[in-house]
């Protein structure tokens, strides 16, 4: 009986879903265009946003992850039926590991500080300048959350509490 309880209390830990800071910072409710329109107003505030990963760019000291903008449901998911905004960046101090980043159309979230902007290059060869974002922390969310609690893959569930 003791150990069903010790297995019943390790997986609903395993559920807890999003780190601490994620719910508690103190972030700002600014959107995706009023940076857009004025980066230096919105300069050094805690946003908290999310998307689908483009690209990731490891570099010595730091890393550099671009992504698609979405804007976040109530649970803190990309609402990819929503139209996106736009692209941003992510810079984080950690070296970002390409194996756990780096697939197509990944989605994330992330609290961090405006940190200015910064011009990339797209496919067509034309330079955009978008929002920069100092990470504080990252949240990817699992491969296939969406769809598949109940019904089509019951074990999908089980097998991304240990991916």
């Known amino acids: 009986m003791r150990l069903y309880l010790i297995s019943i209390c390790l997986l609903l830990s395993a559920c ?6 994620f719910k508690d910072a103190q972030v700002t409710d ?19 946003w999310g998307g689908v990963i483009i ?5 010595e000291d730091f890393s ?14 990309p609402q ?3 139209p996106s905004e736009g692209r941003f960046v992510i810079k984080s101090a950690e070296f970002l590991r390409p194996e756990h980043y780096y697939s197509a159309d990944r989605e994330i979230i992330v609290v ?3 940190d200015g902007d910064i011009e990339l290059t797209t496919s067509n ?3 955009v300048w978008v929002p920069l974002i100092k990470s504080t922390d990252i949240h990817l969310w699992p491969i296939n959350y969406r769809g598949n609690y109940y019904g089509n893959c019951p074990s ?7 991916w």
């Open 156 to 162: 999908c569930y089980f097998r991304q509490l240990f």
């Open 112 to 114: 961090g500080v405006i």
């Open 30 to 48: 600014i959107t995706y265009d009023q940076v857009s329109e004025d980066i230096d107003h919105y300069k050094d505030s805690l946003v908290r």
């Open 64 to 77: 550099l992850m671009q992504l698609m903008f979405y804007p976040l449901d109530y649970y803190g998911r």
């Open 125 to 127: 060869k034309t330079s």
């Open 16 to 21: 807890s879903g999003l780190s601490p800071i």
């Open 80 to 82: 990819l039926t929503k």
């Open 55 to 59: 690209d990731v760019e490891n570099n």
